[in-house]
């Protein structure tokens, strides 16, 4: 079996899980406030204001990028989504029943129309092997000017890595014989040899994130009360753009751009 077809299998797999574990009121609260802040206005005035947004979202899962973009875009989008699992292709079409969403292998895909925006949310990681050619790919479908919003995994020091190796091997929500987090500067190089210049970069994936980041593979952590959570999360934003968190970080959320 490939290793793009056992992705596929271990993902059809862990879908009833994953769509539940992460219906989590703490897990919403902290992805909203971590894209609020990667998502800068800034950046959103690169898109175009006086026409419909053209967006892909490959590897789509349920359309959580394409919540996060309507959500904080309050603009008009016309939506593409794919994604190689059955299960989250059938459960997107269940969310935003007659959109565009269909069952694709990103490692294939090639660009049929021109977008202005394409996003993967931590994604990228279940095709590693296969990264600068996806990109490369996705990179070709985005207009001039057009923004690739990016969320993943990442380790900028050795101690990181080998805790994330750890919980990868041992823990059922991961794969880790097709699975792996990159290094900033890893996931810098492959933007940068498609094409691709860096906008901004957010390092939000600290202790908030640990607890209640990923529910699916750490439900024992989704704990605490609304309120403890607000706090704390509102501290913690204060070091998404700081060098230290860099190096702490768990994972880092990046916007590049097509040159015009």
């Not at 269909?102 to 092997?129: F, R």
């Not at 994330?164 to 900033?184: L, P, V």
Request: proline share 6%; with cysteine; aromatic share 10%.
């Amino acid at each position: 079996m490939s290793d793009i077809e056992q992705q596929r299998v271990h993902f059809d797999a862990i879908a009833a899980q994953y769509i539940e574990a992460r219906k989590s009121p703490r897990h919403i609260y902290l992805r909203d406030t971590t894209w609020q802040s990667a998502l800068t206005d800034p950046v959103v005035d690169l898109l175009p204001s006086d026409r419909p947004i053209q967006m892909l979202e490959p590897m789509c899962g349920a359309c959580e990028g394409r919540q996060i973009v309507e959500a904080r875009l309050a603009k008009n989008v016309e939506y593409s989504g794919f994604d190689y699992s059955d299960a989250m292709v059938t459960e997107a079409l269940k969310r935003y029943p007659g959109s565009e969403i269909w069952t694709q292998d990103v490692t294939q895909y090639e660009a049929d129309k021109d977008y202005d925006l394409i996003m993967l949310v931590g994604a990228l990681h279940h095709v590693a092997d296969h990264a600068p050619d996806v990109v490369s790919r996705l990179g070709k479908a985005l207009r001039p000017g057009g923004l690739f919003i990016l969320s993943e995994p990442v380790h900028n020091n050795p101690l990181f890595r080998l805790v994330r190796e750890a919980i990868y091997r041992k823990n059922e929500a991961f794969d880790a014989e097709t699975e792996r987090g990159f290094t900033t500067r890893e996931l810098n190089e492959i933007f940068k040899n498609a094409g691709l210049s860096q906008v901004s970069t957010l390092y939000p994936s600290l202790l908030a994130y640990v607890l209640w980041g990923c529910p699916e593979a750490f439900p024992m952590l989704d704990k605490g009360p609304m309120s403890l959570v607000r706090r704390y999360v509102e501290l913690e934003r204060h070091f998404w753009r700081s060098t230290l968190a860099k190096y702490l970080t768990f994972g880092m959320y990046s916007v590049y751009q097509k040159p015009l």
